[in-house]
């Protein structure tokens, strides 16, 4: 297991034997290279634990934790992990603000607490099987322990719809994730017994009880969003490594960037664009590079790099990653490990918090208008590659029941419609894929990207800005050009191109893999795709577009399945 996560954490592997079990980790080293290696221990040898990721708060919880008695060595991060949970117990999680996946064991218990960040940016998947718990960061890492699963037909309609297996399921039977912002205990009581425990949920929207201790004022509140937002990015660009930020032309990572400035010296910005596209997002990262006095690097990708890189990406992943930007990210991280860059800050997250997918704002404008809505709403059927899917769904697949949009609700009040569109937008497309897709294709390259934005201080922060009766701005982002004055970072308004390739050039190749790959694959093999239905789409794709997404995401699992099927290191 340690040798599959082996490109995670390549500076340093341990094992340590527990009764009747053993912690494994691999290490990347971004705070205290020389020391803090793993396992990690508290007061007492009985409690240790391993993790992946980093406690961003951790300067401030070592001064609270020497305050309370304890006796702190290293100077790392990951030390009062073993500490807090000998203060707190179980509640330990609720003090780390990061992002992190923990497995912790307590010989005087004989427990073993399996946790995940809030936002859910560290994967953990686990596997019960008889007697064993089996846990790791990458579906893969677990075959050595309990084998390689068959595919989960009732994952499969979800994935050919969103290009996920939406949290907890996977696309193997047997293996599961643990859901973000949980933790799980794990006892040996009559076998093996894993319970699942929920300690922080995502906000969509103001407290139930509208927000008593919020402050009275928005001016007030996007202060405090201010603040958090600058504090995490203050804490997200402290390491004892080189950091750097991906910049596109957008006011996501140029706002990150802007106060990233503030603190680094030596901020270094990268830019990914093709050579086939017309337009990309080139032009302005570099103007904004330049206002920074960044040491900035463009990438541009040819067609053969774009098939190169998706070849690549699609057999190494941690899970199948169906989205046409996997090889611009792949790229990003592969030159950031070549330059010796070791974390990497980006501006995913506030597409899905301030509701900006154009698709989604006009799912909330129909829901608007007058007249009584439909008796359900379904805003995903509002993005053709959605509906496209939907429509293909039960042709392709054998034996499946159709796949139930997560964004169906019943009609709802305008507000209420706009949380429950946040909801599933937060806690699928952003967890279960965006979130995904950057921590993988970074550790491919053992380069750790952090995610500002899903701070989880700021998320709950700006939550409270969705209040009842709210002016309802017709700009993007209003909120956050409203946070970037708060914070002295004026950003003028620029209409941003979307990071996106132009398919047609990388079409021909995309369907002659798939007709190499699916027609005698694994799908077909087990019968859960009509390789017909498939032949059909491949003839069709090329005159009409019809089914080109739908094709992509059973190109990218079943060229992901062959790799996992390789015979275990």
């Known amino acids: 297991m340690a040798e599959v996560l082996a490109h995670r954490g390549p500076d340093a592997t341990r094992i340590h034997p527990l009764p009747g079990g053993a912690l494994v980790s691999t290490r990347l080293a971004i705070i205290d290279p020389a020391g803090s290696d793993q396992p990690l221990t508290g007061c007492t040898p009985d409690v240790c634990a391993v993790y992946n990721g980093e406690i961003y708060n951790y300067r401030h919880l070592r001064e609270l934790l020497r305050r309370q ?19 707190y117990g179980r509640q330990f999680v609720e003090h780390l603000r990061g992002a992190f996946a923990i497995a912790l064991f307590d010989a005087r218990t004989d427990e073993l607490i399996l946790a995940r960040d809030r936002m859910g940016e560290k994967p953990l998947v686990y596997a019960v099987q008889n007697t064993t718990v089996s846990f790791a960061s990458e579906i893969r890492a677990l075959q050595p322990a309990v084998g390689a699963g068959a595919v989960r037909p009732e994952s499969l309609p979800a994935y050919l719809l969103y290009g996920f297996a939406p949290e907890p399921a996977t696309l193997l039977e047997g293996v599961s994730k643990l859901p973000a912002g949980h933790f799980a205990v794990v006892r ?11 300690y922080w949920t995502a ?17 007030d509140l996007i202060t405090v969003a201010s603040a958090a937002l600058a504090e995490a990015v203050e804490q997200q660009t402290y390491a004892d490594v080189p950091v750097a930020m991906a910049l596109s032309g957008g006011v996501d990572s140029t706002l990150l960037a802007r106060i990233a400035a503030r ?28 206002a920074l006095h960044s040491k900035h690097t463009e990438i ?24 046409w930007t996997l090889p611009a990210y792949l790229a990003l991280t592969t030159h950031c490990h070549d330059d010796g ?12 918090l301030f509701l900006a997918y154009r698709w989604v704002r006009q799912a909330i404008a129909y829901i608007r208008q007058p007249g009584s809505p439909p008796e359900t709403i379904d805003a995903y059927t509002f993005n053709p590659e959605y509906a496209e899917a939907m429509d293909l769904i039960d042709s392709v697949l054998t034996g499946t029941a159709r796949a139930i949009p997560a964004t169906t609700s019943a009609t709802l009040p305008d507000e209420a419609f706009r949380q429950h569109l946040r909801s599933a937008l937060l806690r699928g497309y952003l967890v279960s894929n965006g979130l995904m897709q950057l921590d993988t294709l970074g550790l491919m390259n053992a380069v750790e990207v952090r995610v500002p934005y899903v701070d989880h201080k700021f998320v709950e922060a700006v ?17 956050l050009y409203a946070i970037a004055e708060t914070l002295d970072l004026p950003i003028h308004y620029v209409a941003k191109r979307p990071f996106f390739p132009t398919l047609a050039a990388v079409t021909p190749s995309i369907l002659s893999m798939a007709q190499d790959h699916l027609l005698s694959g694994e799908l077909a093999a087990a019968g859960l795709i009509r390789p017909n239905a498939v032949r059909q789409l491949l003839l069709s794709t090329p005159t009409i577009g019809n089914g080109l997404n739908v094709l992509f995401r059973l190109l990218m699992l079943e060229m992901w399945l062959t790799h996992l099927r390789k015979p275990a290191l």
Request: no cysteine; aromatic share 4%; glycine share 10%.
């Open 203 to 219: 906000p969509v929207g103001p407290p139930a009880n509208g927000g008593e201790d919020a402050p009275d004022r928005r001016g």
């Open 463 to 479: 939550s409270v800005l969705e209040t009842p009766g709210s002016d309802r701005e017709a700009m993007p982002k209003a909120k």
């Open 341 to 352: 860059v070791r974390v990497l800050l980006t501006g995913h997250g506030p597409d899905e």
């Open 300 to 323: 541009r990708l040819s067609v053969d790099d774009y098939l190169h890189l998706l070849r690549r990406g699609s057999r190494s992943a941690s899970e199948p990653i169906a989205d």
């Open 69 to 87: 008695g304890h006796h702190l060595h290293g100077q790392g991060d990951g030390e009062v992990i073993t500490h807090l949970y000998e203060q």
């Open 263 to 290: 603190t680094l010296t030596d901020l270094r910005t990268y830019t990914v664009g093709f050579d086939w596209t017309p337009t990309d997002e080139l032009d302005a990262a570099a103007a904004t590079a330049q």
């Open 188 to 198: 040996r009581d009559a076998g093996v017994q894993l319970t699942l425990h929920r």
